[in-house]
C-alpha cells in the first residue's frame, strides 16, 4: 500500500475548519432549498379558502396545495379560473373573484340531476343515472335541480356546503379547460401543518415587505 509522504517541518497543520464545514453546509442548503422553491413554484399552487362553500371539508382560511400539471378527475377538488369568464350580458360571473375552489363533479357527456335531496349522475355512454357518492364532510342537503346535460368541454362543479355555495346549480357548467390545479390528497390530510406553515411564511414576507 503506498504511504504518504512526512509532512514537513515547516507545513502547516492540515486541519478542517469548524466554520468552513459549517459555511459548505450551509451553502449545500441553501442551493437546495433554492431548487426546491423553483420546482414549487413552477408545480405546486398555494391556495388560502376564502368563504365556506367547500364546508366542512375545507374552512376559510385553510390552505391547500393544488398541482399545476394533474389530470383533473370527478370527485377531485380543483382550483378554478374564473377571472375571464362573463355572463350573458357581458358582466362578470364572479364579481371580485379571480378563483374558486369547488369539486369537480361532471365532465362532457355526463347528465347529473338532484331529487329529493340525492345527487344521481348519468355516466357518459352509459343509459341510467346512478346516485352520486359525496363526501362525508359535506354539509347541507344539495337542492334539487335538473337533469343537466354537461357539454363537450366543460364541466359541472360544485361546494360541498350545499347549503351556501356559488357553483354550477346557479352559475352553469364552466369550461374544463379554466382548471388552474388538482388539490392534492396529501394537503388535505394535512391541512392544518401547510396552514400553520404558509401563515408563518405570510408573517415573514409581510414583515420584510412593509415600509420601513
Known amino acids: 500500500m503506498k504511504q504518504l509522504p512526512p509532512r514537513m517541518l515547516n507545513e502547516p497543520k492540515r486541519e478542517v475548519s469548524a466554520f468552513g464545514v459549517i459555511l459548505s453546509v450551509l451553502i449545500a442548503l441553501l442551493v437546495a432549498l433554492l431548487f426546491f422553491e423553483m420546482w414549487f413554484a413552477r408545480h405546486i399552487i398555494p391556495?388560502?379558502?376564502?368563504?365556506?362553500?367547500m364546508n366542512n371539508t375545507l374552512q376559510s382560511g385553510d390552505?391547500?396545495?393544488a398541482r399545476r400539471d394533474a389530470e383533473p378527475e370527478r370527485g377531485d377538488i380543483v382550483i378554478v379560473d374564473v377571472s375571464t369568464l362573463k355572463e350573458k350580458d357581458g358582466s362578470p360571473l364572479y364579481r371580485g373573484i379571480d378563483t374558486i375552489i369547488k369539486r369537480l363533479v361532471a365532465v362532457g357527456g355526463d347528465e347529473v340531476k338532484c331529487t329529493d335531496g340525492v345527487l344521481y349522475i348519468r355516466y357518459a355512454g352509459e343509459e341510467e343515472f346512478a346516485p352520486l357518492p359525496e363526501p362525508p364532510e359535506k354539509l347541507g342537503t344539495c337542492p334539487d335541480f335538473g337533469p343537466v346535460k354537461v357539454g363537450e368541454g366543460e364541466m359541472f362543479l360544485l361546494g360541498d356546503n350545499h347549503t351556501n355555495s356559488e357553483d354550477s346549480i346557479g352559475k352553469g357548467c364552466l369550461p374544463f379547460e379554466n382548471i388552474a390545479g388538482v388539490v392534492t390528497e396529501w394537503s388535505l390530510e394535512h391541512k392544518e401543518s401547510i396552514t400553520a406553515w404558509e401563515n408563518f411564511r405570510q408573517?415573514?414576507?409581510?414583515?420584510?415587505?412593509k415600509d420601513k
Open 203 to 209: 408573517s415573514i414576507r409581510d414583515f420584510f415587505g
Open 47 to 53: 391556495i388560502c379558502v376564502d368563504g365556506r362553500s
Open 63 to 65: 390552505w391547500v396545495y
